[in-house]
């Protein structure tokens, strides 16, 4: 369906700025026309959902794939740190615009008819949704904040980002090879499961 019919995709990312884990940017698209049945499936901000909710809302995206489609892009703490720090510097608001412009292409590029992107800002909207709009000049290209509670395409990207970094922080080990054992809360400084 998706690549016969005009969609809508939405972005956004979890684990912007955790001590520990991955940054997660996640898509979500479906046809225009089948937006308002997203909403209709219940997806929400990932952050105003419990943990088993925004697993049950992953499983009805993944059972209505005849609509809806999803991606995700794992960028490793060890990626963002050596990014950060290397001598042409490449900053955490860089990095996530090129992330999303990726995975917008790598759709584009698997046929998907993307007519309208929505996206929950990182800086600046009016910025972003500017380099947006020069990168994919035939395309309504939305920023704004909290996007992810306005727009059900977002939504779901953020329940698919937000899921897969939970994943990945439930089984993270760490690479100097310390005996440390979870839980690991939520990787963000203000969890006190963390910063045990």
């Known amino acids: ?70 991606a995700i892009d794992i960028l490793a703490p060890r990626f963002i740190s050596t990014s950060m720090n290397r001598r042409g510097k490449y900053n955490l608001n860089s990095m996530s615009h090129d992330t999303a412009i990726g995975l917008v292409k790598a759709a584009i590029e698997k046929g998907v008819k993307v007519a309208e992107v929505y996206v929950d800002t990182v800086g600046p909207p009016e910025k972003y949704q500017a380099k947006l709009q020069s990168v994919f000049p035939g395309i309504k290209i939305t920023v704004a904040k909290k996007a992810d509670s306005l727009y059900p395409c977002v939504s779901a990207a953020s329940i698919c980002a937000k899921v897969a970094r939970d994943r990945a922080l439930s089984s993270w080990t760490f690479a100097d090879g310390d005996n440390c054992e979870g839980p690991w809360g939520s990787g963000y400084p203000g969890d006190p499961v963390t910063k045990k």
């Open 1 to 70: 369906v998706c690549k016969n019919e005009d969609c809508v995709l939405g972005i956004d990312e979890a684990g912007r700025g955790p001590v520990l884990g991955p940054m997660v940017y996640g898509i979500s698209f479906c046809p225009v026309k089948k937006n308002d049945d997203l909403k209709a499936l219940g997806v929400d901000d990932s952050k105003a959902l419990k943990e088993s909710d925004r697993e049950n809302l992953l499983k009805k995206i993944i059972e209505n794939n005849d609509y809806i489609g999803w």
